[in-house]
């Protein structure tokens, strides 16, 4: 049996990934299967695994820490039923225990969304915040400094952007990113990196694409967008 679904929550320190309902070979393959196909949404992620009452040894756990460490995934902390693999992860040096999740920074990956599918964020989203999602992301509310978005389609700030964003990040160079107020620390669309672009003298709603691999910023009430 392999997983359909892959459940992930953004807390304070990472990634709680919850691995469970299959045997461990097939979760591993799922789990490993989805990172590589979405490397943007998992590179640099410190992520901790609740694996359910899977009774793991040393040998299959570290296996794993090494797969992860390999993509630039760090595992820091496994959460089991199981004393066995509770014990594991304490003798690998790994947490075990939780601290209180961030309250906005909340999501679940699906391996089939559809076309237009929007994830709707109540915000503001506060530093150490990080959001990842397949399609497009719409906060109602301020993305401060400290904060990401990784979003497979565009994103919508209805508030003030001056966090980190990356849309179109599996490669969507027709993504967008839009805000109230557009200074974000870094943007990135599809491949390309860039910094904020030249700021106004007055803030404005600002939507930013691509044209022709620059980076650009325009008035959003006068875009067409897409």
Known sequence: MTPSIIQIKGIRDGLLITLDGAAWSDLVAAFVKNVDERSSF?????VALNVGANELRVAELSALRDQLSERGIALWAVLSESPVTESTAQNLGLA???????????????EVLPEDGAK????PL??????LFEGNVVVMGDVNPGAEIVAGGSVIVWGRLRGVVHA???GDEKAVVCALELAPTQLRI???????????AKSQPEVARLQDGNLTA??????TGR
Do not use: C, M, N, Y
């Open 42 to 46: 998992f590179q640099g992620a410190r």
């Open 96 to 110: 075990t225990r939780l601290s209180k999740p961030h309250p906005i920074d909340v999501r679940e990956i699906v």
């Open 120 to 123: 709707w964020i109540k915000g």
């Open 126 to 131: 506060r530093s150490g915040g990080r959001v």
């Open 168 to 170: 179109g990040a599996q």
């Open 190 to 200: 599809a491949g390309e990196i860039a910094v904020s672009p030249k700021k106004q």
């Open 218 to 223: 325009e008035p959003w009430q006068t875009s």
